[in-house]
């Protein structure tokens, strides 16, 4: 259960892969995120959480009783910084509109790169006078304060939202190693610049242990809502395009017979 909960932390890393269209330098400035991202992960995850551990009992962190103060409030508040609480606070909050910014980032670049290769209305391709997809953009933020909406027509919604983005994340990183494993098998190791250390070693790993999570969230009442939400949802996009692709090749048969 520990898992899932980090696991939220780390929804969206794969916008570093996605970044890859518009760098200058690809080959080096990837890389070079991905180890930076590592070390980040480890300043801001580990070591932070390790201080908390040094600092705060275990038992009055949430884990055997009520939570109703942040750990690191408690640790802000005993080396005497005034406004603790306001100070995270405005940590948390900022975190939050950086994730939100990265969000429209990543949707309008899928949407853009759905368009281009024609899964998305054409309009969703277009790019402005500098080089940006501001469709794309305007209709992923849109659809960003729809889902933030939501929370005025049910107290559930934020636990709807991240059951489907929970089991679409999960969903999504199991597509991506699968891929990967078919992706080198048609590449040579010596003709890739940057390579997964210990293939298919960690591809494998990987994809137990996001088939586990699954299963977990399954048979847990408390996370089982993103069955309930995600396996419609999967199947809701997945109608959709084998709708949209009949449409396509029944649109490409009869240019040919007008051919």
Known sequence: MAVILGLLSFVGIEVIAVTSGEAVDPKTTIPAALRTTALRIFLFYVLALGVVAALIPWTQTGGSVTVTQSPFVKVLARTGVPQAAGLMNFVIVSAALSGM??????????????????????????????????????????????AAGMARFTPKAYSYLQGVALFGAITVWVLILVSHL???????????????????????AGLV??????????????????WKVGVPWLVLLSLGYFLWKRSAMKTMAHGDVDA
């Open 209 to 226: 242990i996001l088939g586990a999570l699954l299963v977990t969230m399954g048979l847990d009442n408390d996370w089982n809502l993103s």
């Open 101 to 146: 910014n990265t969000n429209v980032y990543l949707c309008s670049r899928m949407l853009f790169s759905l368009s281009r290769g024609g899964y998305a209305p054409r309009f969703l391709g277009r790019l402005s006078n500098a080089g940006s997809p501001v469709a794309a953009t305007l209709l992923s933020g849109a659809c960003i304060l729809m």
């Open 182 to 204: 078919a992706f080198r098998r048609a590449h040579k190791a010596a003709d890739l610049p940057v390579r997964m250390p210990l293939y298919p070693v960690m591809q494998i």
